[in-house]
């Protein structure tokens, strides 16, 4: 199958087909990361900007060296070091990247729709790397990856994903791509952080975190966003640890093979204990090696793939 999409957006526009393509590349291409040389020449040529209007660890640091794995020159622009903090708008700042002539742009944003936006105004590539509360297709692309590692497929899977639901692109780029795959979602988490309507995407909504925990073959655990959130959306953080963090205890009611999970940054002692991150069921630094093995995946496939890349 050849893959022909020019941007990376959101998991609504992958088909199951081209999710599939997007996971089985990834698998291949996370072979390279354990060669001593860790380098192939694939995109030798290729330029990728990375621009990154809101902190981030993971994502910039897994696509900057999934570039450079794959030979492709990249570079990082934050908002607070370019042109932005003088007035330049997202559509100036495009049309001036657009000049310099790279082949992929990777944007974080924290308005929704902004990789929409840009992608409209420029020939390269736009990989959506999180806009405000809309999406984040490549944290579930490397989250159904890591799923289907572990268990050697999606289909069928109860997947329980638990917390700030309401402010998390994470959430809704997950139901979506879990559920497409044949998978089933229960989202559960207060009452105040689940929205009205999250049900059309494909997810269930249970308000009783102990039945999702003890049904879910995986755990999905999300950070409060506090710096999404308008107003104190709980009474405490030690009452929301109590209430809806995934506890030793919890766990210990939860299917032998559970798989924990969580995007990071993770709030230990918070939504999840501290001894459940490096717990024996924890996933969380496969998800972020994973991530490095998407992304090169996401970059080989935008620019063309086998048609227009030397694939060594
Ligand atoms: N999961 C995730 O997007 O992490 P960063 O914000 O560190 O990129």
Redesign the pocket.
């Known amino acids: 199958m050849l893959f022909t999409k020019k941007d990376i957006l959101d998991m609504e526009s992958l088909s199951v087909d081209e999710i599939n393509l997007i996971l089985d590349t990834a698998d291949r291409m996370k072979e390279i990361s354990i060669r001593p040389i860790k380098k192939v020449p694939t995109l030798r040529g290729k330029t990728v900007v990375l621009f990154f209007y809101?902190?981030?660890?993971?994502?910039?640091i897994s696509f900057d060296i999934a570039a450079k794995r794959l030979s492709a020159d990249s570079l990082s622009i934050a908002a607070s070091t370019s042109s932005i903090v003088k007035g330049e708008t997202l559509a100036d700042t495009a049309r001036n990247l657009e000049a310099m002539n790279p082949d992929i742009i990777v944007l974080?944003h924290s308005s929704a729709g902004t990789s929409h936006l840009l992608a409209g105004l420029v020939k390269s590539s736009v990989i959506n790397?999180?806009d405000g509360m809309h999406a984040?297709p490549t944290?579930a692309l490397l989250d159904l990856m890591t799923v289907r590692e572990k268990r050697g497929g999606i289909s069928g899977l109860r997947i329980a994903i638990i917390g700030d639901i309401s402010h998390s692109r994470?959430a809704r780029s997950n139901i979506i791509g879990f559920t497409k795959m044949g998978a089933e979602v229960v989202i559960t988490g207060p009452p105040t952080m689940i929205p009205k309507g999250i049900e059309t995407l494909g997810a269930s909504v249970s308000y009783n975190v102990d039945k999702a925990i003890c049904n879910a073959d995986v755990i999905m655990m999300l950070r409060i966003q506090k710096e999404r959130q308008k107003s104190f959306l709980f009474p405490t953080e030690r009452e929301y640890s109590k209430v809806y963090g995934l506890t030793k205890e919890r766990v210990e009611n939860a299917r032998s093979n559970v798989l924990i999970m969580h995007?990071?940054?993770v709030n230990r002692g918070v939504e999840i204990a501290y001894e459940v991150v490096d717990g024996p069921y924890s996933i969380i630094l496969d998800q972020v090696t994973n991530g490095v093995a998407v992304r090169m995946a996401l970059l080989y496939l935008v620019s063309g793939g086998a048609r227009n890349a030397g694939a060594d």
Request: proline residues 19%; glycine residues 12%.
């Open positions: 809101e902190p981030s660890t993971r994502t910039r974080r790397a999180g984040h944290q994470v995007p990071g940054p």
